[in-house]
Protein backbone atom coordinates (compact mmCIF):
# COMPACT_ATOMS: atom_id res chain seq x y z
CA UNK A 1 0.00 0.00 0.00
CA UNK A 2 1.18 3.84 -0.64
CA UNK A 3 1.97 5.22 2.65
CA UNK A 4 0.21 8.72 1.63
CA UNK A 5 -2.55 9.25 3.14
CA UNK A 6 -4.67 12.18 5.11
CA UNK A 7 -5.87 11.58 8.42
CA UNK A 8 -9.23 13.61 9.80
CA UNK A 9 -8.99 14.19 13.35
CA UNK A 10 -13.03 14.11 13.82
CA UNK A 11 -12.95 15.32 17.46
CA UNK A 12 -10.69 18.28 16.47
CA UNK A 13 -13.85 19.49 13.98
CA UNK A 14 -16.12 19.00 17.01
CA UNK A 15 -14.21 21.25 18.84
CA UNK A 16 -13.58 23.77 16.08
CA UNK A 17 -17.02 23.91 15.61
CA UNK A 18 -17.41 25.11 19.64
CA UNK A 19 -15.40 27.53 19.26
CA UNK A 20 -17.08 29.13 16.23
CA UNK A 21 -20.69 28.79 18.81
CA UNK A 22 -18.54 30.25 22.13
CA UNK A 23 -17.17 33.53 19.46
CA UNK A 24 -20.97 33.78 18.45
CA UNK A 25 -23.29 33.02 21.42
CA UNK A 26 -26.28 34.71 20.04
CA UNK A 27 -26.55 32.67 16.67
CA UNK A 28 -26.92 29.43 15.35
CA UNK A 29 -24.19 27.97 13.16
CA UNK A 30 -24.49 26.39 10.10
CA UNK A 31 -21.60 24.44 9.36
CA UNK A 32 -20.53 24.26 5.81
CA UNK A 33 -19.21 21.64 4.74
CA UNK A 34 -19.52 21.77 0.70
CA UNK A 35 -16.61 20.20 -1.31
CA UNK A 36 -16.32 16.77 0.41
CA UNK A 37 -16.28 19.21 3.80
CA UNK A 38 -13.17 21.24 2.23
CA UNK A 39 -11.07 17.75 1.64
CA UNK A 40 -12.09 16.03 5.03
CA UNK A 41 -15.17 13.78 4.02
CA UNK A 42 -18.66 15.69 4.10
CA UNK A 43 -20.54 12.25 5.35
CA UNK A 44 -17.96 11.49 8.29
CA UNK A 45 -17.82 15.77 9.00
CA UNK A 46 -21.49 15.70 8.99
CA UNK A 47 -21.70 12.75 11.60
CA UNK A 48 -19.57 14.04 14.11
CA UNK A 49 -21.27 17.48 14.16
CA UNK A 50 -24.94 16.09 13.67
CA UNK A 51 -26.17 16.49 17.05
CA UNK A 52 -24.66 20.17 17.57
CA UNK A 53 -24.90 22.08 14.10
CA UNK A 54 -28.44 22.75 13.44
CA UNK A 55 -28.10 22.42 9.72
CA UNK A 56 -25.20 21.97 7.14
CA UNK A 57 -24.37 24.16 4.27
CA UNK A 58 -23.30 22.71 0.30
CA UNK A 59 -23.22 24.09 -2.81
CA UNK A 60 -25.42 22.33 -4.78
CA UNK A 61 -28.13 19.64 -4.56
CA UNK A 62 -25.60 16.39 -5.60
CA UNK A 63 -23.69 17.03 -2.10
CA UNK A 64 -26.83 17.29 -0.14
CA UNK A 65 -28.59 14.45 -1.65
CA UNK A 66 -24.84 12.75 -0.73
CA UNK A 67 -25.82 13.66 2.92
CA UNK A 68 -29.10 12.19 3.06
CA UNK A 69 -28.21 8.56 1.14
CA UNK A 70 -25.54 8.36 4.25
CA UNK A 71 -28.39 8.79 6.46
CA UNK A 72 -27.64 12.25 7.77
CA UNK A 73 -31.24 13.92 8.90
CA UNK A 74 -30.72 17.34 9.62
CA UNK A 75 -31.88 20.00 7.08
CA UNK A 76 -28.95 20.89 4.22
CA UNK A 77 -28.48 24.39 2.78
CA UNK A 78 -28.10 24.49 -0.73
CA UNK A 79 -25.92 27.26 -0.97
CA UNK A 80 -26.25 28.10 -5.02
CA UNK A 81 -30.24 27.24 -4.77
CA UNK A 82 -31.87 24.98 -7.48
CA UNK A 83 -29.68 24.46 -11.01
CA UNK A 84 -33.11 22.97 -12.37
CA UNK A 85 -37.11 23.20 -11.69
CA UNK A 86 -37.29 19.33 -11.16
CA UNK A 87 -34.74 19.90 -8.04
CA UNK A 88 -37.41 21.92 -6.24
CA UNK A 89 -39.93 19.05 -5.35
CA UNK A 90 -37.44 17.06 -4.51
CA UNK A 91 -35.34 19.30 -2.29
CA UNK A 92 -38.32 20.29 -0.47
CA UNK A 93 -39.39 16.55 0.38
CA UNK A 94 -35.71 16.11 1.47
CA UNK A 95 -35.31 18.58 3.74
CA UNK A 96 -32.96 20.74 1.49
CA UNK A 97 -33.20 24.80 1.93
CA UNK A 98 -33.00 27.14 -1.14
CA UNK A 99 -31.14 29.66 -1.57
CA UNK A 100 -32.94 32.22 -4.19
CA UNK A 101 -30.31 34.78 -5.98
CA UNK A 102 -32.48 35.01 -9.15
CA UNK A 103 -35.66 35.45 -10.84
CA UNK A 104 -35.51 31.93 -12.52
CA UNK A 105 -35.67 30.30 -9.21
CA UNK A 106 -38.47 31.97 -7.89
CA UNK A 107 -40.36 30.72 -11.24
CA UNK A 108 -38.92 27.38 -10.57
CA UNK A 109 -40.52 27.32 -7.04
CA UNK A 110 -44.11 28.67 -8.11
CA UNK A 111 -43.60 25.72 -10.81
CA UNK A 112 -42.86 23.14 -8.07
CA UNK A 113 -45.52 20.83 -6.66
CA UNK A 114 -44.31 19.23 -2.91
CA UNK A 115 -46.11 18.10 -0.52
CA UNK A 116 -43.78 19.89 2.04
CA UNK A 117 -43.03 24.04 2.30
CA UNK A 118 -39.37 24.26 1.43
CA UNK A 119 -37.55 26.59 3.54
CA UNK A 120 -36.33 30.02 1.52
CA UNK A 121 -33.60 31.78 1.71
CA UNK A 122 -33.05 35.24 -0.11
CA UNK A 123 -29.33 36.18 -1.10
CA UNK A 124 -28.99 39.84 -1.22
CA UNK A 125 -25.67 41.76 -3.46
CA UNK A 126 -23.93 43.68 -1.11
CA UNK A 127 -20.49 44.35 -2.52
CA UNK A 128 -19.39 41.13 -3.62
CA UNK A 129 -20.90 41.03 -7.14
CA UNK A 130 -21.13 37.30 -7.69
CA UNK A 131 -24.56 36.06 -6.88
CA UNK A 132 -27.62 37.87 -5.28
CA UNK A 133 -30.48 40.41 -5.97
CA UNK A 134 -30.58 44.05 -5.93
CA UNK A 135 -32.34 45.65 -3.04
CA UNK A 136 -35.25 46.00 -5.72
CA UNK A 137 -35.06 42.84 -7.15
CA UNK A 138 -35.61 41.58 -3.77
CA UNK A 139 -38.00 43.28 -2.86
CA UNK A 140 -40.38 41.88 -5.27
CA UNK A 141 -39.09 38.38 -5.16
CA UNK A 142 -39.67 38.44 -1.22
CA UNK A 143 -42.95 39.10 -1.66
CA UNK A 144 -43.81 36.71 -4.15
CA UNK A 145 -42.06 34.41 -1.76
CA UNK A 146 -44.59 34.95 1.04
CA UNK A 147 -47.23 34.47 -1.16
CA UNK A 148 -46.44 31.04 -2.35
CA UNK A 149 -47.88 28.20 -0.44
CA UNK A 150 -45.24 25.52 -0.85
CA UNK A 151 -42.87 27.85 0.86
CA UNK A 152 -42.00 28.79 4.15
CA UNK A 153 -43.49 32.01 5.78
CA UNK A 154 -39.98 32.75 7.47
CA UNK A 155 -37.11 33.45 4.63
CA UNK A 156 -33.83 34.02 5.78
CA UNK A 157 -31.82 36.77 4.45
CA UNK A 158 -28.60 36.36 3.30
CA UNK A 159 -25.53 37.98 1.77
CA UNK A 160 -21.88 36.77 1.16
CA UNK A 161 -18.95 39.16 2.34
CA UNK A 162 -16.15 39.81 0.25
CA UNK A 163 -13.26 41.25 2.38
CA UNK A 164 -13.79 39.54 5.97
CA UNK A 165 -10.68 38.19 6.06
CA UNK A 166 -9.14 41.47 5.96
CA UNK A 167 -10.85 43.00 9.77
CA UNK A 168 -9.46 47.01 9.04
CA UNK A 169 -11.37 46.89 5.43
CA UNK A 170 -14.38 48.85 5.81
CA UNK A 171 -16.50 47.23 3.13
CA UNK A 172 -17.82 44.80 5.79
CA UNK A 173 -19.54 47.33 7.85
CA UNK A 174 -20.78 48.57 4.37
CA UNK A 175 -22.44 45.38 3.23
CA UNK A 176 -23.68 45.01 6.65
CA UNK A 177 -25.21 48.04 7.10
CA UNK A 178 -27.22 47.51 3.94
CA UNK A 179 -28.28 44.05 4.10
CA UNK A 180 -29.29 44.81 7.79
CA UNK A 181 -31.43 47.42 7.01
CA UNK A 182 -33.15 45.14 4.08
CA UNK A 183 -34.12 42.62 6.87
CA UNK A 184 -35.50 44.75 9.68
CA UNK A 185 -37.80 46.99 7.34
CA UNK A 186 -39.07 42.98 6.38
CA UNK A 187 -39.20 41.76 10.37
CA UNK A 188 -36.31 38.54 8.64
CA UNK A 189 -33.74 36.38 10.16
CA UNK A 190 -30.27 37.34 8.71
CA UNK A 191 -27.56 34.93 7.88
CA UNK A 192 -23.82 37.47 7.41
CA UNK A 193 -21.16 35.67 8.88
CA UNK A 194 -18.38 33.29 7.29
CA UNK A 195 -15.44 32.19 9.46
CA UNK A 196 -13.46 35.39 9.20
CA UNK A 197 -16.46 37.54 10.45
CA UNK A 198 -17.35 34.85 13.03
CA UNK A 199 -13.57 35.59 14.20
CA UNK A 200 -13.22 39.07 13.99
CA UNK A 201 -16.46 41.06 13.18
CA UNK A 202 -19.32 40.56 15.97
CA UNK A 203 -21.19 43.07 13.87
CA UNK A 204 -22.39 40.72 11.58
CA UNK A 205 -23.14 38.11 13.94
CA UNK A 206 -27.13 37.61 13.08
CA UNK A 207 -29.19 34.41 14.28
CA UNK A 208 -27.43 32.09 11.05
CA UNK A 209 -24.12 31.92 11.14
CA UNK A 210 -21.70 30.07 8.56
CA UNK A 211 -18.45 28.86 9.23
CA UNK A 212 -16.59 26.84 6.86
CA UNK A 213 -12.78 26.70 6.90
CA UNK A 214 -12.30 27.42 10.55
CA UNK A 215 -14.57 24.30 11.37
CA UNK A 216 -11.14 22.32 10.13
CA UNK A 217 -8.76 23.87 12.19
CA UNK A 218 -6.70 27.06 10.47
CA UNK A 219 -6.92 30.38 10.30
CA UNK A 220 -8.92 32.45 7.66
CA UNK A 221 -6.58 35.07 8.05
CA UNK A 222 -3.47 34.26 5.69
CA UNK A 223 -1.99 37.59 7.22
CA UNK A 224 -2.87 36.95 10.91
CA UNK A 225 -2.70 33.49 11.60
CA UNK A 226 -2.74 34.14 15.27
CA UNK A 227 -5.88 34.40 15.28
CA UNK A 228 -6.63 31.05 14.78
CA UNK A 229 -5.99 30.02 18.21
CA UNK A 230 -8.04 27.53 20.08
CA UNK A 231 -8.31 26.32 16.20
CA UNK A 232 -6.83 22.80 15.97
CA UNK A 233 -6.23 21.26 11.92
CA UNK A 234 -7.96 18.35 12.01
CA UNK A 235 -6.23 16.94 8.54
CA UNK A 236 -2.48 16.24 8.87
CA UNK A 237 -0.91 15.50 4.99
CA UNK A 238 1.31 12.02 5.78
CA UNK A 239 3.53 10.73 3.05
CA UNK A 240 6.97 8.35 3.36
CA UNK A 241 10.78 9.15 1.69
CA UNK A 242 10.59 5.96 -0.68
CA UNK A 243 13.97 6.97 -2.25
CA UNK A 244 17.28 8.84 -0.60
CA UNK A 245 20.21 9.66 -3.24
CA UNK A 246 23.59 12.20 -2.28
CA UNK A 247 23.96 14.33 -4.57
CA UNK A 248 27.74 15.72 -5.61
CA UNK A 249 27.70 19.65 -5.96
CA UNK A 250 26.26 20.53 -9.74
CA UNK A 251 24.05 18.32 -10.12
CA UNK A 252 20.55 18.88 -10.00
CA UNK A 253 17.18 17.38 -9.16
CA UNK A 254 13.35 16.32 -10.73
CA UNK A 255 12.16 17.95 -14.25
CA UNK A 256 13.81 20.93 -15.55
CA UNK A 257 16.60 20.73 -13.03
CA UNK A 258 15.60 24.06 -10.92
CA UNK A 259 17.25 23.13 -8.00
CA UNK A 260 20.83 22.42 -8.31
CA UNK A 261 23.08 21.27 -5.53
CA UNK A 262 25.61 23.47 -4.37
CA UNK A 263 27.88 21.00 -1.90
CA UNK A 264 27.23 17.89 -1.51
CA UNK A 265 23.73 16.98 0.00
CA UNK A 266 21.34 14.17 0.54
CA UNK A 267 18.14 14.71 -1.61
CA UNK A 268 14.69 12.60 -0.42
CA UNK A 269 12.01 11.24 -2.50
CA UNK A 270 8.61 11.55 -0.85
CA UNK A 271 5.39 9.56 -2.08
CA UNK A 272 2.69 12.27 -3.25
CA UNK A 273 2.80 15.17 -6.03
CA UNK A 274 0.19 17.33 -7.33
CA UNK A 275 -1.74 14.16 -8.68
CA UNK A 276 -2.70 14.10 -4.66
CA UNK A 277 -3.24 17.63 -4.25
CA UNK A 278 0.00 18.92 -3.27
CA UNK A 279 0.72 22.05 -5.07
CA UNK A 280 3.41 22.01 -8.31
CA UNK A 281 4.06 25.53 -7.81
CA UNK A 282 5.55 25.23 -4.69
CA UNK A 283 8.93 26.44 -4.43
CA UNK A 284 12.26 25.24 -3.50
CA UNK A 285 12.66 26.16 0.42
CA UNK A 286 8.45 25.37 0.72
CA UNK A 287 8.66 23.68 4.23
CA UNK A 288 8.47 19.87 4.71
CA UNK A 289 8.32 18.28 8.09
CA UNK A 290 10.54 15.20 8.04
CA UNK A 291 11.02 13.18 11.34
CA UNK A 292 9.35 15.90 12.89
CA UNK A 293 12.18 18.74 11.50
CA UNK A 294 11.53 21.31 8.79
CA UNK A 295 13.03 20.08 5.64
CA UNK A 296 12.88 22.12 2.06
CA UNK A 297 11.38 21.61 -0.77
CA UNK A 298 13.60 21.12 -3.85
CA UNK A 299 12.95 20.96 -7.47
CA UNK A 300 9.77 21.12 -9.08
CA UNK A 301 6.62 18.81 -7.59
CA UNK A 302 6.20 15.99 -10.04
CA UNK A 303 2.44 14.27 -10.04
CA UNK A 304 3.00 11.50 -7.80
CA UNK A 305 6.26 12.77 -5.68
CA UNK A 306 8.20 15.44 -4.81
CA UNK A 307 12.20 16.10 -3.08
CA UNK A 308 13.41 17.29 -0.08
CA UNK A 309 16.69 17.95 1.15
CA UNK A 310 17.21 16.34 3.87
CA UNK A 311 21.24 17.20 4.51
CA UNK A 312 20.20 18.86 7.67
CA UNK A 313 18.17 16.30 8.56
CA UNK A 314 20.07 13.98 10.60
CA UNK A 315 18.76 9.96 11.12
CA UNK A 316 16.53 10.20 7.62
CA UNK A 317 15.99 7.04 6.15
CA UNK A 318 14.04 5.18 3.78
CA UNK A 319 10.45 5.06 5.11
CA UNK A 320 11.18 7.82 6.94
CA UNK A 321 7.82 10.15 8.17
CA UNK A 322 6.92 13.08 5.94
CA UNK A 323 3.98 15.37 7.05
CA UNK A 324 3.14 17.94 3.91
CA UNK A 325 0.83 20.02 6.31
CA UNK A 326 -1.58 19.69 9.71
CA UNK A 327 -1.20 19.89 12.90
CA UNK A 328 2.64 20.71 13.19
CA UNK A 329 3.03 22.61 9.68
CA UNK A 330 0.26 25.02 9.40
CA UNK A 331 -1.76 24.48 5.47
CA UNK A 332 -1.58 28.42 5.51
CA UNK A 333 2.11 28.33 5.35
CA UNK A 334 2.43 25.86 2.49
CA UNK A 335 -0.11 27.68 1.24
CA UNK A 336 1.22 30.74 1.12
CA UNK A 337 4.80 29.80 -0.74
CA UNK A 338 3.20 28.34 -3.22
CA UNK A 339 1.15 31.47 -3.73
CA UNK A 340 -2.08 30.14 -3.11
CA UNK A 341 -4.53 29.99 0.22
CA UNK A 342 -5.25 27.06 2.36
CA UNK A 343 -8.48 26.67 1.40
CA UNK A 344 -7.59 25.69 -2.14
CA UNK A 345 -5.26 23.08 -1.00
CA UNK A 346 -7.65 21.32 1.28
CA UNK A 347 -10.21 21.50 -0.98
CA UNK A 348 -7.80 20.44 -3.94
CA UNK A 349 -7.24 17.06 -2.32
CA UNK A 350 -8.13 14.31 -5.05
CA UNK A 351 -9.57 11.55 -4.79
CA UNK A 352 -6.96 9.01 -4.40
CA UNK A 353 -5.71 9.85 -1.04
CA UNK A 354 -6.65 7.64 1.34
CA UNK A 355 -8.69 9.77 4.31
CA UNK A 356 -8.17 7.78 7.74
CA UNK A 357 -10.76 9.51 9.69
CA UNK A 358 -10.02 9.39 13.91
C1 LIG B 1 -18.14 28.69 1.47
C2 LIG B 1 -19.12 29.63 2.02
C3 LIG B 1 -19.11 29.98 3.39
C4 LIG B 1 -18.04 29.52 4.35
O1 LIG B 1 -16.93 30.38 4.24
P1 LIG B 1 -15.60 30.14 5.15
O2 LIG B 1 -14.73 31.28 4.79
O3 LIG B 1 -15.05 28.84 4.71
O4 LIG B 1 -16.05 30.15 6.54
C5 LIG B 1 -20.12 30.80 3.83
N1 LIG B 1 -21.08 31.26 3.01
C6 LIG B 1 -21.10 30.98 1.69
C7 LIG B 1 -22.17 31.53 0.83
C8 LIG B 1 -20.12 30.17 1.15
O5 LIG B 1 -20.14 29.89 -0.16
Given at each position: MRPTSATIRLKAIRDNYRVACSLAPGSSNIAVIKANAYGHGAVEVATVLQDEAPAFAVAFFEEAVQLRDAGIEKPVL??????????VAEAADRGFWLMVHKQIQLDQLCAAKSDHPVRVWLKLE??????GLDVQEAERILERLLSLENVCSEVVICTQLACADDPENPVTNQQVNRIRTFAERHRMPLSIANSAAIMT??????QWNRPGYMLYGNSPFAKMQ?????LRPAMTMRSQLIGIQELSPGESVGYGHVWTSEGRSRIGTVAIGYGDG????????TPVLVNGRRAPLVGRVSMDMLSVDLTAIEGAQLGGEVELWGENLSVNEVASFAGTSGYELLAGLTGRVPLVHQ
Open positions: LLQGSMEADETGMHRLAPESHASVGDGYPRHAPNG
